[in-house]
């Protein structure tokens, strides 16, 4: 496997050392995706049925029993308030939709929540925990990091061989955020066009599975 | 009612079980796979079928198992509950079926009233959606339909969102303690305002335009 390390300058990268890098960084995002799983079947199936044996205490508390159902009406609330929580922490390790459904649900997803007019352009192709890990939380850097009146931004993911390609453009240029996930896997990124401003591409190519 | 149930994680599906026998209704079978329901639903005959989104048969056997629970028995409702309110998962719901049809939170059904109130409706072949979803696509809205939506009155935007919830005239109606007739009204005003042109009466159409529109953008950029 060839390494692609732009920054470093010169050809006396130690191809060992650079491989297990990647490999770690691999391992890094396949924790993440575990770590997440995890949540999902461990706490919060719990505490949901949690709520449930609640309900059947309402029940049986029943009919006379108006102070006590008004307190697990409450209770129940609140489980609901950690559990969103829980899902916080969660989109924050490896977000559920993006390991269930991919890249292109995940950054629509993205998009709507930024109210940002942005065009995400993907097929339902898998790539992998770490490329796909990687591409999602640096589009969302990148995507977060535009002004408010930012324009008909674009996103395209695609595979090129054994590497997933992204495009994010009619931006104001996210080199950094791109070079930061996509570097430490292999990954290249390039500035195809930085005029005017607001209106560039940058393009990130992830090694992948 | 009877209701079939499929559901991996034991601790859950044991507790709903209860709930729902507390409720009063026939868990006429109880699974932890998509697979297994399928199979029992052969010679067992059921109401509803309550089912996981994620379960196997992997990665999101809820979906593979209600398209062919839809094709064997299309009268049988399908009630999705899921750790996550998706408007993804919303949309391949909807692409399965449009009437007696729901997808809610795990921890929002867990009382005796939400849970049968839920199942009735799906049972009067109507759409529930997870409030908790409904309302984050009404705040949602971008450029020209943030504006339209915005434009319309507090009245008229709990209405939109409890029409985003699926329900009826007289669900809204009995939500908002007002008239079915000033419910008409208000969905009548609402209609014009967003620029919809549809038959406001029936029922589905009516849910799948307002999801249409509170959608679309996204999916257009």
Known sequence: MVSRFPHRVGDDVDEPVAEACRRKNQDHWRRRRLLQRQLHDGAALRISALTLRLGLLEHRAAPDGHAVQGCIGELQDELHAVLEELRDVAAKIYPPLLDEAGLGPALREVAAALQAPVTVVASEERFGPAAEGAAYFATMQCLAAQPAEAQSMKVVVRREDDTLMLSVSGIAACHAELMDEARPLGGTVEVITESPPGASTVIARIPCE | ?221
């Open chain 2, 1 to 221: 009612m009877r209701v079939a149930l499929a559901e991996d994680g034991a601790l859950f599906r044991e507790g709903l079980l209860m709930l729902l026998r507390a409720a009063g209704h026939q868990v006429v079978c109880s699974a932890a796979d998509g697979d297994e329901l399928v199979a029992l639903l052969t010679t067992e005959p059921a109401d509803v079928a309550i089912l996981d989104i994620r379960m196997p048969p992997e990665p999101d056997g809820g979906l593979i198992t209600a398209e062919r629970l839809r094709a064997a028995h299309p009268d049988l409702g399908l009630l999705f509950l899921s750790h996550y309110a998706e408007s993804h998962y919303l949309m391949r719901i909807l692409e399965i079926g449009t009437e007696s049809i729901g997808y809610r939170l795990k921890e929002k059904v867990g009382s005796v009233e939400v849970l049968t109130d839920t199942l009735n409706r799906i049972g009067n072949g109507e759409i529930v959606i997870e409030p908790v979803l409904a309302k984050r696509l009404v705040e949602r809205t971008r450029g020209d339909k943030k504006d339209v939506v915005a434009a319309l009155s507090d009245r008229e935007q709990e209405v939109l969102r409890l029409m985003a919830e699926g329900r009826s005239n007289n669900g809204i109606a009995g939500q908002l303690y007002i008239t079915p007739k000033a419910v008409e009204k208000h969905i009548a005003n609402i209609f014009v305002k967003l620029g919809l042109h549809i038959d406001t009466a029936a029922h589905h159409r009516r849910v799948l335009a307002v999801l249409t529109y509170l959608r679309s953008q996204r999916d257009q950029g």
